[in-house]
């Protein structure tokens, strides 16, 4: 019996020879195949062994009696834990991503446009949330009345992200134009959760010093225009498809295309498993710790950051049967390009 976390040359060799090639086939490997394109000129009785051995650690199973073998979670997690370096992308694919994202400089296109292009290489599901908080950080807002009782509220932030909204609010536009100077000169730079909270003290701390200013202020502030768009992060996601051609438990399927359409399962599964300080790509396999649903599905994912500062997360989910090397590669490649071009940008 082969001990878990203890492989030896011989059962790596071939453990791999299985992963890959059930990776790239679908169907369940049999020695005979094995032996063909054994380098060390092993015969099927050989591999035959040694595959009954990866069997007993819980490396393999045997879905029928007469069918050869395919890998188990533990399998692939022993595999991409003996990936080592990093694959380069075909010239091909450098050139779809590049394309895709070439002139991009606000966080949520580039963004939106990783999930597809993502979807699109790796043809599986491509993820990516926009997180709030850098993203928020204001550079200026601008105040226009529109008529009676109405008030266009228009907030941008360093992202290069624009929030619009009208507010039934009556207020004059030499006022608007007073509130609109003070937040810029005094926010510019702030989250909007900062500049919320440090504005709610001053309302009640200045309002003798500015009390016109302030009231104006305290009007538009409690009518939300200051408001995140949602208060929450922003969801793209592309490929769901993909899973229709590559899933055939319709049941599971069904599930899987349902937590797909609820952005708050996506945000919390991205949380689940990538941590901001993480340098390199995350591979997850099994995610039922935070999708009950998802237990024979893959994460392949890493945050999104402009220097420091982590601005979303881009990520695969497929089933375990993905091409992990060509996905690593293209998620790494993708998360430095977004650290390149929006930092050239800015």
């Known amino acids: 019996m082969v001990p878990p976390g203890n492989i030896g040359h011989r059962e790596r060799e071939i453990l791999t020879a299985i992963v890959e090639t059930f990776i790239a086939t679908g169907e369940p490997v ?3 195949v094995l032996s063909r394109s054994n380098r060390e000129g092993l015969s099927p009785a050989t591999i ?10 819980g490396f393999l199973e045997q879905p029928h009696t007469s069918s050869g073998r395919v890998p188990t979670t533990e399998a692939y997690r022993y595999y991409v834990e003996q990936i080592s370096g990093e694959a380069h992308l075909s010239p091909g694919d450098e050139n779809i991503i590049r ?3 070439s002139g991009i400089t606000d966080t949520a296109e ?25 993203k928020n950080a204001l550079e200026h807002v ?14 941008v932030t360093r992202a290069g992200l624009v929030r619009d ?5 009556d207020i004059s536009q030499a006022d608007l134009d007073a509130a609109a100077r003070y937040i810029n000169e005094n926010f510019r730079g702030w989250t909007m ?15 003798s010093e500015y009390d016109r200013l302030m009231q104006s202020l305290e009007q538009l502030y409690k009518q939300g225009a200051l408001a995140a768009e949602s208060g929450t992060e922003t969801v793209f996601v592309e490929g769901a498809s993909n899973l229709v051609a590559n899933e055939q438990d319709r049941q599971r399927l069904q ?3 349902k937590t797909l359409e609820e952005k708050g399962k996506i945000v919390r599964l991205l949380e689940a498993y990538l941590d901001a300080k993480q340098e390199a790509v995350r591979v997850v396999i099994g995610l039922d710790e935070a999708v009950p649903s998802m237990s024979n599905f893959v994460l392949i994912g890493a945050p999104a950051r402009v220097g420091n500062e982590v601005r979303g997360s881009l990520a695969v989910i497929g089933p375990t049967r993905i091409d992990y090397q060509h996905t690593m590669t293209a998620v790494s490649y993708i998360a430095r390009l977004f650290d390149k071009i929006l930092n050239e940008s800015e």
């Open 165 to 169: 909204r009208v507010l039934r609010l």
């Open 193 to 207: 959760s900062e500049m919320r909270a440090e504005l709610q003290r001053r309302l009640e701390a200045e309002r």
């Open 99 to 101: 394309e895709t994202l």
């Open 48 to 57: 035959r062994n040694v595959m009954a051995d990866l069997s007993d650690a």
């Open 30 to 32: 049999g020695s005979r």
């Open 142 to 155: 601008y105040f226009s009345r529109l008529g009676d009782q109405k008030v266009l509220a228009v907030v």
């Open 255 to 257: 599930e899987m295309l």
């Open 110 to 134: 580039f963004l939106e446009r990783t999930s597809r292009v993502l979807s699109l290489i790796s043809k599986n599901v491509g993820v990516a949330v926009a997180v709030p908080g850098a």
